[in-house]
């Protein structure tokens, strides 16, 4: 039996085909994951991985393919190692990401245009609010909603680096009316996701938020996408969150477990629900 029929044995079915497709597998090696397979029971993927042939990431990464659920390569993009829900989506932080998106949407994001939006807020700086609006608009796109993640932290912005887009205009070009919405980028590997960085950081970042143009674009945003998450400063820095919260009309919170004082996120909370925001949830992240 040559490579050809080995691909198209039963036994190696479209987990087979997929790794021999991205290069991972050598078409040679099929006969060998196919007597392991028989002999221990496995499926094919932990087959291979048993033989040292492949790694937990390429089964990852074509299982993804596979079910429609979406997987960024590192020969597609650099990753940042904080988006786990892509490079561990069976870790616990994952799983605990997808249980709060079933939370969010039984409570928020109701299919209704006046509740898609959601900012992501956290009382004290370094809390991980990136690290949270980044990973839930991953399982939110993962799960085949139309997903907009906006950076609206013109300080200190995380989101381009975690999705490998450093030099866009982004928001504040947008705001300033420099560059139109073209700049909102599909994320390569995750259908359905699509990021609106910050861009080059203005002197005037409370004054872009303020204005008019920022309002249009969560308009245009309700129009085009399910899921519009928004990353904002944090609290006490500045008042950004606040009127993002506002314009965004609901807002979840963010804490760091023995970090976070309980009487500064009680009274973010205070403030958001002050400016007229919804408060739909919160999550604690871990040191």
């Not at 299982?63 to 960024?72: A, I, K, M, S």
């Not at 969010?104 to 900012?119: I, M, N, T």
Request: charged letters at 20%; hydrophobic letters at 50%.
């Amino acid at each position: 039996m040559n490579a050809p029929d080995l691909l198209r044995a039963p036994a190696a079915g479209a987990i087979g085909t997929l790794l021999v497709e991205r290069g991972v597998l050598q078409p040679e090696a099929i006969a060998r994951v196919i007597e392991r397979q028989r002999s221990s029971g496995q499926p094919f993927g932990e087959a291979a991985i048993g033989l040292g042939l492949i790694k937990r990431a390429d089964l990852d990464a074509v299982l993804g393919v596979q079910f429609g659920y979406g997987h960024l390569g590192a020969a597609e993009a650099p990753l940042a190692r904080e988006l786990v829900a892509v490079l561990k989506p069976t870790s616990r932080v994952a799983e605990e990401l997808r249980a709060l998106r079933s939370q969010l949407l039984l409570r928020w994001f109701s299919g209704d245009v006046r509740q898609r939006v959601l900012a992501v807020t956290s009382a004290r700086a370094r809390d991980g609010r990136s690290f949270v609006a980044a990973n839930l608009a991953v399982v939110f796109a993962q799960q085949g909603q139309r997903t907009l993640l906006i950076d609206a932290d013109l300080r200190h912005p995380a989101l381009g680096r975690l999705f490998h887009m450093p030099h866009s205009a982004g928001l504040a070009g947008v705001l300033s009316g420099r560059v139109g919405y073209e700049v909102i980028e599909p994320v390569g590997g995750l259908p359905g996701l699509h990021v609106l960085p910050a861009g080059a950081a203005p002197p005037n970042p409370q004054e872009l938020i303020g204005r008019r143009a920022f309002g249009e674009l969560l308009d245009h945003a309700v129009q085009s996408y399910d899921v519009v998450l928004i990353d904002t400063p944090a609290a006490e820095t500045c008042a950004d969150a606040l009127l993002i919260a506002a314009r965004a009309g609901a807002a979840m919170l963010v804490a760091r477990r023995h970090r976070s004082r309980l009487r500064s996120v009680g009274e973010l909370a205070r403030q958001l629900r002050d400016a007229g925001a919804a408060v739909v949830g919160s999550m604690m992240n871990q040191p």
